[in-house]
Nanobody, 125 residues
Framework: QVQLAESGGGLVQAGGSLRLSCAASGRTFSSYAMGWFRQAPGKEREFVAA????????VYADSVKGRFTISRDNGKKTVALQMYSLKPEDTAVYYC??????????????????WGQGTQVTVSS
């Protein structure tokens, strides 16, 4: 079992930046891939990004590619999502998630089983 706690959300103007962080406890952090998802009002939760257990492999949704960067620090048991050039359509609750696989896989979004409580990101136009 792993417990996840997100932080760093807030209100930012379009074009701005924000950094989300997720602290993990419980299960051995370095043994599984980590990811971020988001859910906008009235929409389904969508995959944003994932990083392998070593941090060496990442994958992004097309909508954030080139603007967001996912990273992890296994020593500190944290995973971060650095977001640049934010757009109003990035407004959502962002969730940290832990996978049941160590590597980044095809259809990666299907491998996540543990979720944090979420942190709100609001981008104003």
């Amino acid at each position: 079992q792993v417990q996840l706690a997100e932080s760093g959300g807030g209100l930012v103007q379009a074009g701005g930046s924000l950094r989300l962080s997720c602290a993990a406890s419980g299960r051995t952090f370095s043994s599984y891939a980590m990811g971020w998802f988001r859910q906008a009002p009235g929409k389904e939760r969508e995959f944003v990004a994932a990083v392998s257990w070593t941090g060496g492999t990442t994958v992004y949704a097309d909508s954030v590619k080139g603007r967001f960067t996912i990273s992890r620090d296994n020593g500190k048991k944290t995973v971060a999502l650095q977001m640049y050039s934010l757009k109003p359509e990035d407004t959502a609750v962002y969730y940290c998630a832990a996978a049941i696989t160590a590597q980044v896989m095809d259809n990666m979004s299907e491998y996540f089983r543990s979720w944090g409580q979420g942190t709100q990101v609001t981008v104003s136009s």
